[in-house]
Structure formats: C-alpha cells, structure tokens
C-alpha cells in the first residue's frame, strides 16, 4: 500500500519525460507534413513568420553554437583552473569558504545575468573599442560563460578529489612539484569527470534562454561574427511562445519543432559525455 | 667534480620549476577571481542603479507605462504565491520518490534502474523546454489557460529531480546501525521510515528543497512560454493570469526608456535579496545540522 503511493510519486518523473517526448514530438511531426524535413534541416533561411515562409533551421543552429563557442571558451580554463585551485592548493578551511561562494554565481537568476549582459557588457565592450551591435552573441556567450564557471569548477573539483592520494604521494617520492602533480597526475587521472563536467557545462549554454533573449537579439543571422545579433533557438522559442500564435498554425508548430532540435541535441551532447566518461574512467580500488 | 657540474643544469632546472609553479598558481588563482570579480561588478552595477528605486512604491504599486508611478506589487505577490504552491507539490512527490527509490525499490529490477537514469537525464533538460510542456498539456492541451497554477506545476516538474536527487542523499546518509536497531525492536518498514529515517534526514531534505526554491523563483524563460508576458495590475490568483518578478524584470529590461531600465535593477534587488537569503538559509541550515555519523 505504502509502497504503491510512493511508486506513484516516482511515476511523476516517468511521466514528466513521456511528456516532454509527446509535447514536442507530436506537433514536430505534424510541422514536418507541411514542411519538408530536408528543408528544414538544409535551409539557410530562418523566417516563418514573414509573407514569405522559410523554414531553414541552420542560422538558428549557428547563432546558438556561436554563444555556446564564447560561453565554453570563458567557462571551460577558468572553471578548470578554479577546479584545480580549490582541489590541489587551497587549504580545506579556504576551500569550504570559495566553493560555496563560487555557487553563488550559479544562483543568480538568467535574467539578472541577461540585465547584465545587455545593460553593462555591451557598452563597456563599446567603449573598449569594439564594434558590436546593442544586441551582439558576444555579450551574451561571455556572461553566459561566467554563469556557467561553478558548473565546471564543481564537478572537475569533485573528479579531482576522488583521485587517490597515493598517486599523489608517488609522484612526489619521484620528485615531483605541485604544478607536475596536479598537470599529469591529477588531471589525467579525473579526466572523465572533468570531460563530463565541460559538457554538462556546453549543454546548459545551448538550452539557455533569457542571457540570449536579452543580449543576443532575436535576427536570424548565419553568421559566427560575434559583433552581431543572432538568434538562437532557445530565443525563438521563447519569443515565439510569448506572442499570440494562433494554435495549430504553422507558426505554433515550429515552437515544437525548434523545441524538438535543442532536445535533440542536448540529449546527444549529454550521451557523448556518458561514453567519455565511461571510455575514459580511471577505477581505483 | 662530475657530481659538481651535474648539480649545475639541474638547480637552474629547479629555480625555473620554482617560477613555473608560482605563475601557475597565479593564473588559477586569476580563473577564480575572474567568476567573484564578475559577481562584484554585477551587485555593484544593479545597486547604484536601482538602490534609488527600491521604495514603497515598487513594492505596493501595479505596472504602468508611467515609470514614476509604475511597481511590481502584482509580480511579488505571484512569485510569492509559486513560491509556496511550489513547495506544497515539490516536497511530497519529491521525499515520495526519494524514499521509494532508496528505501523500497529493488536495484535489480530494470524499471528501477531507468527510473534513476530517468531522473539524472530530467536534471539536464533546459528550462525552456519544460515551459513547452506546459504550454502544450497544461495551458492548450488540458485548458487550464494561462494560469498561476499551471506556472506553479512547471515549475515543479522543473525542479523535482533536484529535490528528488538531494533527498536521496539524505536518506542514503542516515546510517543502516539505525534501521536495523529499529527492526530489531520490531518496527515495521514504514515505522522504521516515517519515525527514523525521516526525522534524521529532514536538514538535508529542507536544505535541497530550499535551494531547489531558490533556484525556481528565479526562473523566467518557462513562465514567458506559458504567457506570464502580460500587463497585470490586479492581484493574482490560483486560476487567473499572472506575472512573476522575474519576468516583470524581463519586462522593463526590454523596455528602451531608461528609467524602466532603473526599474528593472530596483526589482533585480528584490529579487536577489529573496534569493541570496534563501541560499544563506540552506547553507545554515547544512551547517547548523549536519550530523556526523
């Protein structure tokens, strides 16, 4: 009986996943009878709401992979460096002050970060010389980059103590520093945790929503200039979502569509970092 | 000699080693202070703008389009209310599951084993995609419109498999001496649950369930979807229409007129505050206790 009741609240997770699969698969489907899925996934032009319809998914799909590029580029050395801080330097009273401070940066709310972005970012990277538009993919990845530093501190830091001390030890009888210490034994040794923790990392960038939606503009553009506006898909969907479509429109269905693309491809970047991980997992005793 | 003129390459070697090692730590240091840097920027930025806009009149006046006058009284109330409804789902579905899965579930059974990869991969699904759901099955697909409710239940689902996750640890900490020592007094399994286990892992349920709070009054893309993008000016209820504070924020950042911009940070504050003291509770709560077993 008790047991029953508490399967059922275990059933609310089951469910929640069958129902994100048929929210957004079953209209997906239905956008692809009108529009061809060769189309959709080889067009180059992104504008379904104008008098002339084009479904081409690909300048979504670069402007979201133009953010995530600056995004990994800021979050992935410095949350490794900090990882490797925290892990091998910082003495365990430091440690227990930074790591839930760094936290902190992972609880700021999106749109607090995207206020930032658009208000503060993007004038100073005027003013510091560079031509970027009000909207630009720079400001955005570069916060969003921010954003996600504890995500990759905190799994690489906690991959990294998980190596066994002994190694450590080994390689100091061997005359070793700290810095060939923690480079080629700590590092390499937790290399499967740390691969896992960019990539969750790169996976949060590409589903994020409000950074983008404020800073990054909502203009198709295929191009990987970060001066420019682009659109991502989290944005368009969010921009989309919020005005009135009319339901079962063409319009409405490409939400779902769009929605079923960024699943996709988290659901792929998610399982290349469970294979890493697995191919690469050091097992100690 | 030999000796000698072999110590020569290798003190050099060493002292360049001796440097290495100090612009190394440097530059993690550097990668750390880069994240708190950033931090200090942002609370510093959104305080000199908005500071000046914190007053009884953000707090207790509707929207308008006249920023003088114009507060977020109607978007703090809804926060507050999701807030609460939040919590009154998430906690008993979340402890529900977490208890079945590490008290009743057998391990060896395949339903049971995808049940949990089901939850880690739920824990990586972007925000925004749970907002379609709610757009499809709560707001068109059952008819609940857009509705505090329906927002309320999004944000569940959001956050579940974090307190799912975070209970589990709990109750994985409680020690098995204790669970035994009870059976052997002749407790049932629910007793041995409900009146041991529970009660020792209740900090770090709170602890989760507080952070997984934090984490869903900051939430806006899901609530944009779900249509809280509207102009309310009267208080929300369960089944009418609603905004949030942070996608009231949303709002007057997108706005081109500056004061609505100074708006935006006023109620960045009051946000921020609600979620910096919710952390800080958590993280006293872990520490006041944590118990060493």
Redesign the interface.
């Given at each position: 009986m008790?047991?029953a009741?508490?399967?059922?609240?275990?059933l609310?997770?089951?469910a929640?996943?069958l129902?994100?699969v048929v929210?957004?698969f079953l209209?997906a489907f239905e956008f692809f009878r009108e529009v061809s899925l060769r189309d959709y996934l080889t067009g180059t032009e992104w504008a379904p709401l104008f008098l002339q319809k084009s479904f081409g998914v690909i300048p979504l799909i670069v402007g979201t992979l133009s953010v995530t590029i600056w995004a990994s580029l800021?979050a992935i050395?410095?949350?490794?460096?900090?990882a490797?801080?925290?892990s091998e330097?910082a003495r365990p009273r430091l440690r227990a002050t930074?790591k839930?401070?760094?936290e902190?940066?992972a609880?700021?709310?999106?749109?607090?970060?995207?206020?930032?972005a658009?208000?503060?970012v993007t004038p100073h990277l005027e003013s510091a010389g560079l031509d970027v538009g009000v909207f630009n993919a720079l400001s955005a990845g570069l916060?969003m980059g921010?954003m996600i530093?504890?995500t990759v501190a905190s799994l690489s830091e906690d991959a990294m103590s998980a190596v066994p001390r002994d190694l450590r030890y080994g390689a100091y009888a061997l005359g070793s520093?700290?810095?060939q210490v923690?480079?080629r034994i700590v590092v390499p040794a937790a290399v499967s945790g740390i691969v896992a923790a960019f990539v969750?990392g790169i996976?949060?960038a590409?589903?994020?929503?409000?950074i983008v939606?404020?800073a990054a503009g909502q203009q198709p553009n295929l191009s990987f200039d970060p001066r420019e506006a682009v659109e991502t898909m989290?944005a368009f969907?969010?921009a989309t979502?919020?005005g009135d479509v009319p339901?079962g429109s063409v319009e409405y269905k490409t939400?779902?569509a769009v929605?079923a693309t960024?699943?996709v491809m988290?659901?792929i970047v998610?399982a290349v970092s469970i294979r890493l991980v697995g191919k690469y997992r050091e097992v100690y005793e | 000699m030999s000796i000698a003129a072999a110590n020569v390459p290798l003190q050099s070697g060493r002292k360049r080693?001796?440097w290495?090692?100090r612009i190394?730590?440097a530059?993690?240091?550097?990668?750390?202070l880069?994240?708190?840097v950033?931090?200090g920027?942002?609370f510093f930025?959104?305080l000199s703008?908005g500071v000046a806009y914190v007053d009884p009149v953000l707090l207790t006046n509707s929207p308008s389009s006249d920023p003088a006058v114009a507060g977020a009284r109607p978007a703090l109330l809804a926060t507050l209310y999701l807030g609460i409804l939040l919590i009154l789902f998430t906690v008993?579905?979340?402890v529900?599951?977490a208890?079945?899965?590490e008290e009743?579930?057998n391990r060896d059974r395949w339903y049971n084993r995808l049940?949990e990869l089901?939850?880690q991969?739920?824990a990586?699904?972007?925000?925004?995609?749970?907002?379609?759901?709610g757009?499809?099955?709560l707001v068109?697909?059952l008819g609940l419109g857009r509705v505090l409710l329906a927002g309320a239940l999004i944000l569940t689902?959001l956050v579940?498999?974090t307190v799912?996750i975070a209970a589990r640890e709990a109750i994985r900490a409680v020690p098995s001496s204790i669970r035994e020592g009870a059976y052997a007094l002749g407790a049932t399994?629910?007793q041995v649950v409900w009146r041991q286990v529970l009660p020792a892992a209740i900090p770090g349920i709170a602890t989760g369930s507080i952070?997984a709070l934090?984490?869903a009054?900051?939430?806006?893309?899901p609530l944009?979807?779900i249509?809280a993008?509207t102009f309310i000016s009267f208080n929300p209820t369960a089944m009418g229409p609603f905004t949030a504070l942070?996608?009231q924020?949303?709002n007057w950042?997108?706005l081109p007129d500056p004061e609505f911009?100074a708006l935006?940070?006023a109620a960045?504050i009051v946000?921020?505050i609600m979620?910096?003291l919710l952390?800080a509770g958590a993280?006293w709560l872990r520490n006041r206790y944590q118990k060493r077993w």
């Open positions: 008790v047991k009741l508490l399967g059922l609240c275990a609310v997770s089951v929640t996943t129902g994100i929210a957004l209209p800021i050395p410095l949350g490794l460096g900090a490797i801080f925290l330097y930074l839930p401070a760094l902190l940066l609880g700021i709310p999106t749109v607090v970060y995207g206020y930032f658009l208000t503060w916060v921010v530093i504890p520093s700290k810095l923690s480079t969750l996976s949060r590409i589903g994020e929503t409000m939606l404020l989290s969907i969010a979502g919020a339901t939400i779902f929605g960024l699943f988290t659901l998610n | 080693g001796v290495r090692g190394f730590v530059l993690l240091v550097l990668s750390l880069v994240g708190f950033a931090l920027t942002l930025d959104v703008k008993p579905i979340g529900g599951t208890i079945y899965l009743y579930a049940l089901n939850i991969n739920l990586a699904v972007p925000s925004i995609v749970y907002g379609i759901l757009l499809a099955f068109r697909g689902l579940l498999p799912i399994q629910w952070l934090a984490r009054i900051g939430e806006t893309a944009i979807l249509g993008l942070p996608v924020i949303y950042t997108k911009k935006a940070a960045i946000l921020l979620v910096l952390n993280i």
